[in-house]
């Protein structure tokens, strides 16, 4: 009874006043020596303090802790793990968030047990930079990093991470699909330990079991370094995982990569042996994958003049008419500009500056045929030039592409010169579903 009443009180003084709870997620735990930085926490439901636990620290491009926490919440309950996302570190100046992802790495060490040999970096786009660095300069500290949507390689970013075990994974549309493809190449040239695999999506964090199955990973190199016990069912459970996934590629690129990662993790594994002869169809799609990548690097060192839209109205017209491979290269090849412009439009409404926001908002609706958002502000745009009259055209263009969050439309300050007309107002109400009815104004 005196030893779990003791186990209790060392709990509680290693967080202060107050435990944090265990089995749930905490958004904000406040760094005790610098308590302007702080970070979301997931505490396992079976924390011990008398146990050496891995850390799982996660970074996000926008500063959202909660996001690499929530997203390897239930990963981190079944394998034991600790799970860390900074609040501060986000795209931006250098300094600060390098300043930022030291503090939480200071603060978890003196509130846990860590265990020093089998900690992990993670993060997203720039985030996923960010944790390569933080493993970077705590080497002997980490066993992994996991990236999502970014991996550089360059300025020594690998110096010294032999060891570690590297899982990167994009969506299939990302437009950084070709730089996660260089850094396998990279680590695997190296006869470093690595695996990549592809989620259905663009430049976005991954679905929760891409998450799993990128921990796990890392918890079986870990397991077969002697780092943790052994775990034969972990080892079979991957195996299905790899072998399921890459069946259900069926005969692509995607599906020929998923089969190798197999062969390379499970040397002994018979299954598929021949899926790894690829065929015509996988051998065009390889192809355009090498000419749309070179294209990229092109595009992306072009100056923002006329030539550069001339170059993106040619590939917008290429993706009308191609075939679902090419369809695949291309949408990868537009999306760095698609979020160029993405950015560029939240500063030209920020400054108010609506002839800018207007070529912004219909050259990315133009990019990406498949959002309506764009024309939103295009029609903003144009309500504050004064001509409300085309707006109307750009709203019906956002509900012809499926926009339907009527609500958000009529909160826009820049739209409620529009408030009270009849074809506003009938265009709201087709958008939340409900029938067309007479116009009658208010009195």
């Known amino acids: 009874m005196r030893t779990l009443i003791l186990a209790c009180l060392l709990f509680h003084s290693a967080f202060g006043q107050s435990p944090l709870p265990r089995g749930e997620v905490v958004p904000r735990v406040a760094c005790r020596a610098e308590p302007n930085f702080s970070y979301a926490l997931y505490v396992p439901s079976g924390y011990r303090e008398d146990h050496t636990w891995p850390v799982l620290f996660g970074f996000s491009p926008g500063g959202s802790g909660e996001e690499p926490v929530r997203l390897f919440q239930k990963a981190a309950e079944r394998f034991g793990w600790i799970v860390a996302g900074s609040n501060d570190a986000r795209n931006g100046p250098l300094r600060p968030a390098l300043e930022a992802s030291e503090a939480l790495w200071k603060d978890v060490q003196s509130r846990f047990k860590v265990d020093p040999r089998r900690s992990c970096a993670v993060g997203f786009s720039g985030g996923a930079r960010m944790a390569l660095r933080l493993a970077l300069r705590h080497p002997k500290s980490f066993a992994g990093v996991i990236s999502f949507g970014a991996f550089g390689t360059g300025d020594g970013l690998l110096t010294g991470l032999g060891h570690l075990h590297f899982f990167l994974a994009c969506g299939q549309e990302d437009f950084n699909h070709w730089e996660l493809l260089e850094g396998r190449e990279e680590l695997l040239s190296r006869k470093w330990k690595a695996m990549a695999d592809r989620f259905e999506g663009g430049h976005q964090w991954p679905p929760e079991e891409m ?233």
């Open 211 to 443: 998450a799993a199955t990128a921990l796990a990973f890392v918890q079986l190199g870990a397991n077969r370094e002697g780092l943790s016990p052994a775990d034969p069912a972990l080892e079979s459970e991957f195996r299905q995982g790899l072998l399921k996934a890459a069946r259900k590629s069926g005969e692509t690129l995607l599906g020929l990569r998923r089969w190798q990662e197999l062969a390379r993790i499970f040397p002994d594994a018979p299954e598929g042996r021949a899926a790894l002869l690829a065929g015509a169809a996988v051998a065009e799609e390889l192809r355009l994958e090498r000419h749309y990548g070179q294209a990229s690097r092109e595009l992306s060192g072009m100056p923002r003049d006329r030539q550069y839209l001339a170059e993106l109205k040619h590939y917008i017209g290429l993706l009308k008419k191609a075939a679902p491979p090419e369809k695949l290269m291309l949408r990868r090849l537009l999306g760095g500009p698609i979020l160029e412009y993405q950015i560029a439009l939240g500063e030209a409404l920020e400054k108010k500056s609506w002839e800018r926001l207007l070529a912004l908002s219909t050259s990315l609706a133009a990019l990406d045929e498949r959002v309506g958002w764009p024309s939103i502000y295009a029609a903003a745009a144009l309500v504050q030039l004064g001509r409300p009259d085309e707006a109307l055209p750009h709203l019906k263009a956002a509900r012809d592409r499926g926009y339907r969050k009527s609500e958000r439309i009529r909160e826009l300050p820049e739209l409620r010169p529009l408030h009270g007309r009849e074809d506003f107002e009938a265009l709201l109400r087709e958008m939340k579903g409900e029938p067309p009815r007479e116009f009658r104004p208010l009195p």
